[in-house]
């Protein structure tokens, strides 16, 4: 089946520093991925779209200079979170729409990255 | 703007029992809809997708039924397990793909 494998699965990082979380589609092409971030004990909110070759398109609220999407190729889209900061902790999540057929087309979703910004 | 909300909240089982959990949507003007499971400090796992113009899904224990009209998702499990213990997602997705994320039911299942 369709895979998406994301890393790191945990970063603990000083404030003011940079971290990278890569998603990678393994087995399959994926012209679109999606961000994800989820605090504790809530759901997912959707925080860029990552479309290859292309810009990101954003959600509201969610600034672009702070999360950098890159999606340089078909099977990698990256998000770096610049000058993090505590607030910015958080799981990160990725997911891409993998193809397929019957019960299980749809989204396919990384295993997340847990960020902790001290 | 599309919300999703899912009842119950939290949700606590016998072994062996049948249940249903429930996800509503306010636009239903939707693609498709997904049931996904978390477990704590993981990725999603899907577990069934239905697309807007199916009334239900099914695989294994798992039963999905749709009406859109209503604006409205059931999540069946059968003959419920400890294993089945873990937060489980709605999601409905736009003609965009992106998925508008339900805030999840948490299911402990006893032994």
């Known amino acids: 089946g369709a895979v998406v494998s994301q890393h790191p699965s945990r970063v603990i990082c000083k404030s003011g520093t940079s971290v990278k979380i890569e998603c990678r589609s393994l087995d399959f092409q994926a012209t679109t991925m999606f961000w994800y971030r989820q605090f504790p004990k809530q759901s997912l909110m959707l925080m860029a779209t990552?479309?290859?070759?292309?810009?990101?398109?954003?959600e509201q609220g969610v600034e672009k200079d702070k999360f950098l999407i890159n999606h340089a190729s078909l099977t990698l889209s990256t998000l770096t979170v610049t000058s993090a900061h505590p607030e910015d902790s958080s799981f990160y999540i990725c997911?891409?729409?993998?193809?397929?057929?019957?019960?299980?087309?749809?989204?396919?979703f990384g295993s997340g990255t847990r960020l902790t910004v001290v | 703007k599309q919300e999703v909300t899912q009842i119950p909240a939290a949700l606590s089982v016998p072994e062996g029992e049948n249940l249903v959990l429930n996800c509503s949507f306010t636009d239903s003007a939707i693609y498709n809809l997904q049931w996904f499971r978390q477990d704590p400090g993981k990725g999603l796992t899907s577990l069934l997708l239905i697309q807007s113009s199916q009334r239900e899904q099914t695989s294994g224990r798992l039963n999905a039924s749709l009406d859109k009209s209503s604006g409205r998702s059931t999540l069946y499990i059968a003959a419920s397990q400890p294993g089945d213990s873990a937060t489980y997602l709605c999601?409905?997705?736009?003609?965009?793909?992106?998925?508008?994320f339900g805030s999840g039911t948490r299911l402990l299942v006893r032994p």
């Open positions: 997911s891409a729409r993998a193809p397929g057929a019957g019960v299980h087309y749809g989204y396919t």
């Open positions: 999601a409905v997705g736009d003609s965009s793909y992106k998925l508008i």
């Open positions: 990552s479309n290859e070759g292309s810009k990101a398109t954003y």
